[in-house]
């Protein structure tokens, strides 16, 4: 296992490098340049500045440059916000940013297997289909439509939560359910499939001669042995919520990475630019990693060997 | 007669399917002794595994019994609660499945697997009910059992794992194991192993057995009684030298016919012509008719009842009654009736008397009502 998780590690090492790399040259190929207002400032003026942040090298220098830097987990400084460092720019939101991702996971996760469970159980009944009806909807509802609804029903019609802002817990319900909700109708669904077949299987019927109650043979036996799929889903799952809270941080107002992230492209700002990808890449390896570890610990089929 | 652990009287079931009713099973009747072992012969779709999984109460939901009871300790196995029902499995009535690959939860120890019953019925501790299952595993024969009470499913043999299933049919000492098919899944040098454990261990145990085959091969080496099925009904039922040497339906000849013997010479591979009737609209009369060359006229319009040959020996063939013409029985049959008339004399004279009697009588030996 230790073995195992080391070589993982060297080879995210490596993908980060790579898309270090891509990103790099693609954030270069942008149209605009970091300059708020080049357009009132000399060619000497502009020079100067470009000369003072390294801009007027060759870009294959600029690259060695920033990737020699990052090695060496120097970020540079921001151009937009004078003298500040990237890395503590980051430090500074990746909290929220990370407590939303995190508690959306768990909520839409947790409560996709058991709606899913329960909707297995009771298959082919009322509650089935109207669950599937739920988790339809809400696949294809988008989440900031959602957002937007929870913002105007519950925040402001019932005034039951705080409608945006970051101030305590209470500001994290809203943009967690509406960020979870995805995660939670992709979960419910596969786990509806996925007990259903599973409680057709011999080792289902096997329990059941054993005397098991219905609710001791999901518990022991059909739960976990329908998780096992589910986990290869979350990492897919998990890209979805970074990229989904950019959307949510800002309908929210929430101070997250996420709008910091959409303002760097636009001002191009490309120290953050770097900085806030390289962190985004690092949270969804971390996640695959942590994924294909669980699988293990759930299957014992695929432990993995040292 | 020994004491009786389980009658079945007269169990008809039924599947509602969406092209309409599929009878299973129509009037079966038959009881089982304590320390009996009764095998159910019968090809796919003869209702030999619908007629077990209905004494475990574990029929599909789209199933239902027609009429009839199952008797467990005086009481009807069909009315009792899903409460009741599960306080009987895996404690009193316990089932080895056939394959044993799938019948394991690949996600759970298999120790725990084996313990699991004990901690549901018998409100043992998990350390008791562990030690337990360490001595179900020496008993059922895995070796060094000690080192593998954690190991999983997938870490053990095809044998092993069937080893493992009987462990967990065995562990809470129930009154009736059911068999379904427990070798067919195996290769024949395993098959003979786990024959000889059921065996040995119902011989310990004094538990009564129902083996469910398609073998009967397998049926010779463990049966005390044999009951042959066709279309969801008993065609004949007797001791295992009876229908072994003594058949008297054509299915049964049938059957002994296609299995190769080490007599065998012909270098044919015999077989029942024709395939097994379809359940959603059944034929009128025997439904063997159709595959059946010694079928009479007869047997297009009613249904044979039960002829009565030895207090053991019922065969529902028309052949059996007084008007039918003396048909000769396949070259194997009558070879096999030699060898049984050599050791029973009275055999043939039996048969020239067998009477026609009722389900009921013919099959549990209860008075008719």
């Given at each position: 296992m230790f073995k195992y998780v080391m070589k993982r590690l060297g080879i995210i090492v490596f993908t980060l490098i790579l898309i270090i790399s891509a990103t790099f040259f693609l954030m270069k190929l942008m149209p605009g340049s970091p300059l708020a207002n080049a357009e009132r400032l000399s060619g000497d003026q502009q020079r100067l500045i470009e000369a003072q942040y390294g801009l007027d090298k060759p870009l294959l220098v600029q690259y060695w440059n920033y990737l020699v830097n990052a090695l060496h987990l120097d970020f540079g400084t921001s151009f937009q916000f004078q003298g500040q460092p990237v890395s503590t720019l980051i430090a500074q939101r990746i909290g929220p940013s990370a407590q939303l991702g995190i508690q959306a996971i768990v909520f839409g996760v947790i409560a996709g297997i058991g709606l899913g469970a329960a909707a297995a159980v009771r298959r082919n009944t009322k509650t089935d289909t109207a669950l599937s009806i739920l988790a339809v909807l809400g696949i294809s509802v988008p989440s900031f439509v959602v957002a937007a609804l929870l913002q105007y029903y519950i925040g402001l019609k019932l005034d039951w939560l705080p409608i945006a802002g970051w101030e305590g817990f209470a500001y994290t319900i809203l943009p967690t359910i509406a960020l979870g909700l995805q995660p939670l109708a992709i979960s419910a669904r596969f786990i509806r499939t996925e007990m259903v077949e599973v409680m057709g299987s011999d080792y289902i019927e096997l329990a059941r001669a054993k005397g098991l109650s219905r609710s001791e043979i999901v518990w022991k036996h059909a739960l976990r042995n329908s998780l096992i799929p589910l986990v290869t889903l979350i990492g897919p799952m998990a890209v979805n919520l970074m990229t989904g809270s950019i959307v949510i941080e800002q309908i929210f107002t929430i101070p997250g990475i996420g709008s910091q992230f959409v303002n760097s492209i636009l001002t191009n700002d490309y120290p953050v630019i770097m900085g806030t990808t390289i962190v985004y890449s690092m949270m969804l390896m971390v996640v695959l990693l942590i994924t294909d570890v669980v699988y293990g610990l759930i299957d014992p089929r695929i432990r993995l060997a040292d | 007669m020994a004491e009786k652990v389980l009658t079945v009287d007269n169990l008809k079931i039924n599947f509602h399917t969406d092209s309409g009713e599929v009878?299973?099973?129509?009037d079966v009747s038959f009881d089982l002794a304590k320390g009996e072992t009764l095998a159910i012969v019968g090809e796919s779709g003869s209702g030999k595994s619908v007629t077990t999984r209905s004494i475990m109460g574990l029929l599909a939901k789209n199933a239902q019994v027609d009429h009839g009871q199952i008797t467990f300790k005086g009481q009807n196995i069909l009315d009792l609660s899903e409460k009741q029902l599960q306080d009987l499995r895996g404690s009193e009535i316990a089932m080895i499945f056939q394959d044993p690959m799938t019948s394991?939860?690949?996600?759970?120890k298999i120790g725990q697997q084996i313990a699991e019953p004990l901690i549901k019925h018998?409100?043992?501790s998990k350390q008791a009910a562990l030690e337990q299952a360490l001595e179900m595993m020496k008993a059922v024969g895995i070796p060094n059992a000690e080192a593998h009470l954690n190991d999983y499913p997938h870490q053990f043999s095809g044998g092993m794992r069937q080893r493992i299933v009987i462990a967990i049919a065995l562990i809470d000492h129930p009154e009736i194991l059911i068999a379904d098919e427990p070798t067919t899944a195996l290769d024949v040098t395993i098959q003979a192993q786990i024959l000889n454990l059921i065996k040995n261990i119902q011989q310990a145990s004094a538990s009564s057995v129902i083996f469910i085959t398609h073998d009967l091969g397998v049926v010779a080496g463990v049966a005390d009684r044999v009951a042959v099925m066709y279309a969801g009904q008993i065609v004949e039922i007797g001791t295992v030298d009876e229908i072994f040497?003594?058949?008297?339906h054509p299915y049964t000849w049938g059957l002994l016919n296609s299995m190769p013997t080490?007599?065998?010479?012909?270098g044919v591979l015999e077989s029942i012509p024709g395939t097994p009737p379809d359940l959603l609209n059944p034929p009128v009369g025997d439904a063997f008719t159709a595959r059946n060359?010694?079928?009479?006229?007869?047997d297009e319009q009613r249904q044979p009842p039960y002829f009565q040959l030895s207090p053991t020996h019922f065969a529902a063939t028309w052949l059996l009654d007084d008007r039918a013409p003396e048909v000769t029985p396949p070259m194997e049959i009558q070879r096999r009736w030699q060898r049984y008339i050599k050791k029973h004399p009275e055999a043939l004279e039996q048969r020239a008397q067998a009477k026609e009697v009722s389900t009921t009588l013919a099959l549990t030996g209860k008075e008719d009502m």
């Amino acid at each position: 296992m230790f073995k195992y998780v080391m070589k993982r590690l060297g080879i995210i090492v490596f993908t980060l490098i790579l898309i270090i790399s891509a990103t790099f040259f693609l954030m270069k190929l942008m149209p605009g340049s970091p300059l708020a207002n080049a357009e009132r400032l000399s060619g000497d003026q502009q020079r100067l500045i470009e000369a003072q942040y390294g801009l007027d090298k060759p870009l294959l220098v600029q690259y060695w440059n920033y990737l020699v830097n990052a090695l060496h987990l120097d970020f540079g400084t921001s151009f937009q916000f004078q003298g500040q460092p990237v890395s503590t720019l980051i430090a500074q939101r990746i909290g929220p940013s990370a407590q939303l991702g995190i508690q959306a996971i768990v909520f839409g996760v947790i409560a996709g297997i058991g709606l899913g469970a329960a909707a297995a159980v009771r298959r082919n009944t009322k509650t089935d289909t109207a669950l599937s009806i739920l988790a339809v909807l809400g696949i294809s509802v988008p989440s900031f439509v959602v957002a937007a609804l929870l913002q105007y029903y519950i925040g402001l019609k019932l005034d039951w939560l705080p409608i945006a802002g970051w101030e305590g817990f209470a500001y994290t319900i809203l943009p967690t359910i509406a960020l979870g909700l995805q995660p939670l109708a992709i979960s419910a669904r596969f786990i509806r499939t996925e007990m259903v077949e599973v409680m057709g299987s011999d080792y289902i019927e096997l329990a059941r001669a054993k005397g098991l109650s219905r609710s001791e043979i999901v518990w022991k036996h059909a739960l976990r042995n329908s998780l096992i799929p589910l986990v290869t889903l979350i990492g897919p799952m998990a890209v979805n919520l970074m990229t989904g809270s950019i959307v949510i941080e800002q309908i929210f107002t929430i101070p997250g990475i996420g709008s910091q992230f959409v303002n760097s492209i636009l001002t191009n700002d490309y120290p953050v630019i770097m900085g806030t990808t390289i962190v985004y890449s690092m949270m969804l390896m971390v996640v695959l990693l942590i994924t294909d570890v669980v699988y293990g610990l759930i299957d014992p089929r695929i432990r993995l060997a040292d | 007669m020994a004491e009786k652990v389980l009658t079945v009287d007269n169990l008809k079931i039924n599947f509602h399917t969406d092209s309409g009713e599929v009878q299973a099973i129509g009037d079966v009747s038959f009881d089982l002794a304590k320390g009996e072992t009764l095998a159910i012969v019968g090809e796919s779709g003869s209702g030999k595994s619908v007629t077990t999984r209905s004494i475990m109460g574990l029929l599909a939901k789209n199933a239902q019994v027609d009429h009839g009871q199952i008797t467990f300790k005086g009481q009807n196995i069909l009315d009792l609660s899903e409460k009741q029902l599960q306080d009987l499995r895996g404690s009193e009535i316990a089932m080895i499945f056939q394959d044993p690959m799938t019948s394991l939860d690949p996600t759970m120890k298999i120790g725990q697997q084996i313990a699991e019953p004990l901690i549901k019925h018998q409100k043992l501790s998990k350390q008791a009910a562990l030690e337990q299952a360490l001595e179900m595993m020496k008993a059922v024969g895995i070796p060094n059992a000690e080192a593998h009470l954690n190991d999983y499913p997938h870490q053990f043999s095809g044998g092993m794992r069937q080893r493992i299933v009987i462990a967990i049919a065995l562990i809470d000492h129930p009154e009736i194991l059911i068999a379904d098919e427990p070798t067919t899944a195996l290769d024949v040098t395993i098959q003979a192993q786990i024959l000889n454990l059921i065996k040995n261990i119902q011989q310990a145990s004094a538990s009564s057995v129902i083996f469910i085959t398609h073998d009967l091969g397998v049926v010779a080496g463990v049966a005390d009684r044999v009951a042959v099925m066709y279309a969801g009904q008993i065609v004949e039922i007797g001791t295992v030298d009876e229908i072994f040497y003594f058949p008297q339906h054509p299915y049964t000849w049938g059957l002994l016919n296609s299995m190769p013997t080490v007599e065998t010479r012909t270098g044919v591979l015999e077989s029942i012509p024709g395939t097994p009737p379809d359940l959603l609209n059944p034929p009128v009369g025997d439904a063997f008719t159709a595959r059946n060359k010694y079928a009479l006229a007869i047997d297009e319009q009613r249904q044979p009842p039960y002829f009565q040959l030895s207090p053991t020996h019922f065969a529902a063939t028309w052949l059996l009654d007084d008007r039918a013409p003396e048909v000769t029985p396949p070259m194997e049959i009558q070879r096999r009736w030699q060898r049984y008339i050599k050791k029973h004399p009275e055999a043939l004279e039996q048969r020239a008397q067998a009477k026609e009697v009722s389900t009921t009588l013919a099959l549990t030996g209860k008075e008719d009502m």
